[in-house]
């Protein structure tokens, strides 16, 4: 069963709009979530890869046109891009009919066409909405440990021990290397595309170095680009833009870089069960992506996230824009029940001087660290920033 309040918000998405995107990585719940909607719905639902349902698109404006009145999921929709234009006359023509809303539920495994395609035909008759993996509020607090290890892709962290969890990974890396991508238009070596994989994983939290990496895979600044943009297309990395505001510091201009997914971050490294990952030197950024992941899936519409940072050395890992309030919110995240906070952050402060200050540590209840700054759980944060 899909958590009910995501079931819930797509639905409420179907009553507002005459289209739906629900974007992700594969495998992450998109067509589980689809199926429940459409069993609730009576809907029509076509899988996009599947030749038999491909081949009932041969004429789609006709097809759908029969169809007209209720709920078609079209699942995989970046495979056909052409249908984006076909989707809008259907759209407008139902308008006229009197139906508005709650006609066609798309789903992507990559926002490359799908955005683009969607933007310019289906301007205001599309929303969107990102499905990321199991996050903390879906699964509970006694298995976060279990989330932080093996990742929010559900196959992975409900399987029943860590090694079948990490064959799981490696199969669906071996399938986006051999299968997804190439689909998708790039022709890339597999050999070169997982090299590139576990380079992002090395930098996990990091500054984002294109330099250093074209010169690490002996490509291009043009060809390195466009490995970022692809891997970024697919909901395989976020990269955390650098806070914009006009502070009068002089900040740096490089984006952050992290692997979405945790599981497939300790997959690529080598990590493998909990012991290995408390004794892994890059324990503070495997957590620190964790946890900002879990804090932008819970964010409400309309809200940026952004890190603040300087180039002499003053830093705050996560700035939030939220809708509604003047000022950001500073949060600093820290593994440790006891965070200490160092000058550099103290600075940071002063220059965004925000409406709220958080530690977001492993601490089991808040407390205050002086001066208006906060501990708190991720649990506890991720509850502020719902109220």
């Known amino acids: 069963m ?10 409420d998405l179907l009553d507002q709009f005459p289209a739906v995107a629900v974007l992700g990585p594969r495998q992450v719940g998109k067509t589980t979530l689809a199926m429940e909607i459409a069993e609730d719905t009576g809907a029509l ?48 023509q139902s308008k006229r009919e009197g139906r508005r809303s709650g006609q066609f539920l798309l789903l992507g495994s990559a926002s490359i066409d799908l955005l683009r395609q969607g933007s310019e035909s289906l301007a205001g008759r599309l929303a969107r909405v990102e499905l990321a993996g199991l996050t903390v509020p879906e699964v509970g607090l006694a298995p976060l440990e279990q989330l932080w290890l093996r990742g929010g892709f559900p196959e992975s962290f409900t399987a029943p021990d860590d090694a079948r969890s990490v064959r799981w990974r490696e199969a669906f890396i071996r399938s986006y290397l051999e299968r997804d991508i190439p689909q998708l238009g790039p022709r890339i070596a597999a050999e070169t595309l997982r090299r590139f994989w576990t380079m992002l994983a090395h930098e996990h939290g990091g500054l984002l170095n294109a330099a250093q990496l074209a010169r690490s895979l002996a490509v291009s600044g043009k060809t390195l680009a466009s490995y970022i943009d692809l891997f970024v297309d ?5 990269r955390l833009e650098p806070w914009s505001a006009n502070s009068g510091k002089r900040l740096v ?29 890059r324990l503070g950024a ?30 705050i890992d996560l700035v939030l824009e939220l809708p509604g309030h003047r000022k950001p919110w500073a949060l600093e995240i820290k593994r440790g029940r006891s965070p200490k906070l160092e000058r550099g952050f103290y600075h940071a402060r002063q220059d965004i001087d925000p409406e709220r200050c958080l530690v977001v540590c492993a601490t089991e209840e808040s407390f205050s660290l002086g001066s208006g700054i906060e501990a708190v759980s991720l649990a506890e944060t991720l509850q502020l920033l719902k109220g």
């Open 2 to 11: 899909f958590p009910r309040f995501l079931k819930a918000h797509t639905v």
């Open 45 to 92: 639902y076509l899988d996009l890869e599947h030749p038999t349902d491909l081949a009932k698109l041969s004429d789609p404006a006709d097809y759908l046109s029969r169809h007209l009145g209720k709920l078609v999921v079209l699942d995989e929709i970046q495979r056909v891009p052409e249908l984006f234009p076909v989707l809008r006359s259907l759209i407008d």
């Open 234 to 238: 697919l909901f395989l990395l976020r």
């Open 253 to 281: 201009k490089s984006p952050r870089i992290y692997l979405r997914d945790s599981g497939l971050l300790h997959h690529l490294l080598g990590v493998t069960t909990m012991e290995d990952l408390l004794g892994y030197s």
């Open 286 to 315: 495997s957590w620190e992506g964790f946890v900002i992941e879990n804090i932008i899936a819970s964010l409400p519409a309309g809200a940026r996230a952004s890190f603040y940072r300087t180039a002499a050395g003053a830093e």
